[in-house]
């Protein structure tokens, strides 16, 4: 149970994002949701049991990052957990990468995580404890296809993950990765019509091949990382830490 604990999580509207807010909410925690959105946000919130807060900010940017941290602090106090959930995922050919492209994939799913726990950290080990939970991606134990800079990028989560992980290990606080194989969100919905598109297959075509990386032949349900999630939060985790929990049916072992 997470009654007491204070948990930030970011890209909490939509997604694996609203179902890991969903889950820490009925342990009890008393949530943080950090988007760009504040309408969708604020619907969540209002649906959640318990009273929670929002704030609005692009973790690409070190100031909005800066701001919204301090004011869930000074709302809701100490964050003792962090989920760096919050991430794009954009396609292209090697070739055709713009350095744009991999620069807003580095800067979102890579320097936003990097953001976000310099912002946490610091309270965290004043506290003598805490959670950092990166959703990663099976992208960021072996590599895909046409999307070269997300994978670098998530590669770099994991490589995050396991150097704080190691820094803080003597400090109560443990630092991993959950990495979901392909999940039933809008990143996948627009890979599906990415690859419609631009193949002509059906979308249950184009889905069927998704699903058919994972040896348990299926997409993974948000819920289910979700549950990763809760575990690594508990106290029950406390000896798990710089970890990659693949939730992919066995895609990555
Ligand atoms: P999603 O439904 O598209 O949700 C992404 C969330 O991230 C949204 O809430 C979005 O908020 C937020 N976000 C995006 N860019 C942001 C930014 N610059 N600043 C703040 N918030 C931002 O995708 P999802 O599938 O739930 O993805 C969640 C995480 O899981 C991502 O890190 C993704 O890489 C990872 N993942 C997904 C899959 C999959 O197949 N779905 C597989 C492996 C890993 P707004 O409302 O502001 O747009």
């Given at each position: 149970m997470l009654h007491g604990k204070h948990a930030l999580v970011t890209g909490a509207a939509r997604g694996i994002g609203a179902a890991i807010a969903?889950?820490?909410?009925?342990?009890?925690?008393t949530l943080t949701l950090l988007g760009r959105n504040e309408a969708s946000l604020q619907a969540l919130a209002?649906?959640?049991?318990?009273q929670h807060g929002i704030v609005v900010a692009d973790i690409?940017?070190?100031?909005?990052?800066?701001?919204?941290?301090a004011r869930a602090r000074d709302e809701r106090g100490t964050v003792h957990?962090?989920?760096n959930n919050a991430g794009q995922a954009e396609?292209?050919?090697?070739?055709?990468?713009?350095?744009?492209?991999w620069q807003?994939?580095?800067?979102?799913?890579?320097?936003?995580?990097f953001l976000c726990s310099q912002a946490v950290l610091p309270h965290m080990l004043a506290a003598g404890g805490g959670r950092i939970v990166n959703i990663a991606s099976t992208a960021a134990q072996k590599g895909y296809a046409y999307v070269s800079a997300y994978v670098a990028a998530k590669h770099g989560v994991l490589g995050l993950t396991r150097s704080l992980?190691?820094?803080v290990a003597r400090k109560g606080i443990t630092v991993n990765a959950v990495c979901p194989g392909y999940t039933d969100t809008d990143i996948l919905r627009d890979s599906v019509a990415n690859v419609v598109a631009r193949t002509g297959r059906s979308e249950r075509e184009a889905l069927a091949e998704f699903a058919a990386g994972n040896p348990q032949a299926r997409i993974v349900q948000p819920q289910e990382v979700a549950d990763a999630v809760r575990w690594l939060c508990g106290d029950g985790a406390a000896s798990v830490t710089?970890?990659?929990?693949?939730?992919?049916?066995?895609?990555?072992?």
């Open positions: 969903r889950t820490l909410a009925a342990e009890g925690a209002r649906e959640l049991p318990g690409a940017d070190p100031g909005q990052v800066d701001a919204a941290f957990i962090l989920v396609s292209a050919p090697l070739v055709r990468t713009s350095l744009e492209l807003r994939m580095l800067a979102v799913n890579l320097t936003g995580t992980a190691l820094e710089g970890q990659a929990i693949s939730v992919s049916g066995g895609e990555v072992m």
